[in-house]
């Protein structure tokens, strides 16, 4: 190999490492910019938040947006009737999503193909075309402006049963003839063989369901009438006032505030997520 073609080599290895970096400080900038300025703004007062060109930091950052946020709305009723209704939707998906993955991935049944694909194709219909039905359903049984009528419609998910089918298909059959020999069942081998290793996918699918349905606007707007069920982003659309009049600062530390349980729950879960993502599909 020549000498000019080993220093073009080097040049590019050498290039390569400090162009990926400028490439995800773009990434993050453009991801974290609107996050930095949601915060900046919840600390300034409501006539510094129209100033142009806007600042990022705050000239006398102060907290009385914040205050504004719980003197307009109740924001623990609110955000205990969010963390009900996400919480539960979690564990919903956890489990109806762990047991159809595993009968889609493991047990042999007629229509097991043609049923798979049906349900991957409810993935292609959009919420707002099936919300009346739902809707009608709900009021046919009483269920219409209830948290439950929030949680148990949305406990099926077509993306969980699909994620998990494929992290026990990369699970090896061994551990389960192994406990069908010992006399054990299709339901003691999911519960006590195969539930506890797809602990990480299960941790996908609950951690992915929160950070949703926490922000989730459009079924509680139709499904929710009472202020007493409102869930959090709900009730943040009051803080704008008459025709978007209110205070931008109010508004945005709303925003934070609702951001914080999100933030947590992730930060909680980052590892299982972490894990789950990159051993999925892997044969153990």
Request: proline residues 7%; aromatic residues 10%.
């Amino acid at each position: 190999m020549s000498q000019a073609t080993l220093t073009a080599s080097r040049i590019r290895h050498s290039f390569a490492p400090s162009a990926r970096i400028a490439a995800l400080t773009v990434c993050a900038l453009l991801t974290l910019g609107p996050v930095v300025w949601t915060v900046s703004t919840s600390l300034r007062t409501p006539a510094e938040s129209f100033d142009l060109p806007p600042k990022i930091i705050p000239t006398s950052p102060t907290t009385e947006a914040y205050s504004g946020v719980f003197d307009q709305i109740d924001v623990w009723l609110l955000a205990l009737n969010s963390t009900l209704v996400t919480a539960l939707i979690a564990l919903g998906q956890m489990v109806t999503a762990g047991l159809a993955g595993y009968a889609f991935a493991r047990l042999d049944f007629r229509f097991k193909k043609s049923l798979f694909a049906f349900v991957l194709a409810t993935m292609m219909v959009p919420l707002q075309v099936t919300i009346v039905p739902v809707f009608l359903v709900l009021k046919s049984m009483s269920l219409t402006d209830t948290l439950l009528g929030l949680i148990i419609p949305a406990f099926p998910t077509a993306f969980g049963t699909f994620l998990m089918r494929q992290y026990f298909l990369g699970m090896p059959k061994d551990l389960g003839e192994a406990a069908m020999l010992d006399g054990a069942g299709p339901w003691r081998i999911f519960r006590s063989v195969y539930a506890p290793l797809a602990a990480p996918g299960l941790a996908i699918v609950g951690v992915l369901a929160f950070n949703y349905h926490w922000n989730e606007f459009f079924r509680p707007l139709i499904l929710e009438t009472s202020s007493q069920n409102h869930t959090l982003p709900l009730g943040l659309v009051s803080l704008q006032g008459n025709l978007g009049t209110g205070s931008v600062s109010v508004v945005l530390a709303g925003v934070v505030l609702s951001m914080i349980p999100a933030v947590v729950v992730f930060l909680i879960g980052q590892r299982p997520l972490r894990e789950g993502i990159t051993s999925a599909g892997v044969n153990r």
